[in-house]
């Protein structure tokens, strides 16, 4: 009986201290959730409301593993609307099985390996005389620059997309919540 004690004792602290830990976080509000800096994209992103269709893309993708892994990545993270503007019957495509190494592609487009928050963004596109031209996870680029206080994205096909909010912090990376989805050249 003692020993049982002993156990509540410590899981009860153990829970308390994890509770208080997760209470100090600078957190930041996405699709009406808290996202925890100590969590993964994966962890915090299943939260968000504004992210459901990005999250089963993800799933399809089979691309889970790959983004609770250590990282750290910088993920351009499209909203349901984003998706929503893309042409009828695209995301049903793209979630088709047969459609998954073009889901991949499109998905690792939002990738850039490595943690840029929005103060290495503007780092980069001062360095780059006004546009940061990266190369995404899927080996393709993305041009990003400043229109007014706005961060905006190019893809490869001319569209852009606008962070929405910035420097989501992860455990492993960080996320920038897109407008509009970025398609890479297929």
Avoid: C, R
């Avoid at 009860?12 to 100590?38: D, I, R």
Wanted: hydrophobic share 50%; net charge positive; aromatic share 6%.
């Amino acid at each position: 009986m003692k020993q049982i004690k002993k156990f509540l004792f410590v899981a009860a602290a153990v829970l308390f201290v994890n509770a208080s830990f997760a209470q100090n976080e600078k957190t930041v509000m996405v699709g009406g959730a808290a996202m925890y800096p100590s969590k993964n994209i994966v962890e915090n992103a299943v939260n968000s409301k504004d992210h459901t269709t990005l999250v089963a893309a993800v799933k399809a993708a089979g691309l889970v593993e790959t983004l609770q892994s250590a990282g750290p990545f910088t993920v351009f993270a499209p909203t349901n609307k984003a998706f929503e503007m893309l042409p009828a019957g695209t995301v049903d495509n793209l979630l088709m099985k047969e459609s998954k190494p073009a889901l991949t592609t499109v998905l690792t487009y939002h990738v850039v390996a490595g943690k840029f928050n929005a103060a290495d963004v503007a780092k980069l596109i001062k360095d780059g005389n006004g546009t940061a031209q990266v190369k995404t996870v899927a080996g393709k680029n993305l041009w990003i620059y400043m229109e007014g206080k706005k961060i905006a994205i190019k893809d490869e096909n001319g569209a852009v997309a606008y962070v929405t909010i910035k420097d989501v912090n992860q455990s492993n990376g960080v996320i920038h919540v897109i407008d509009h989805v970025l398609l890479p050249k297929m």
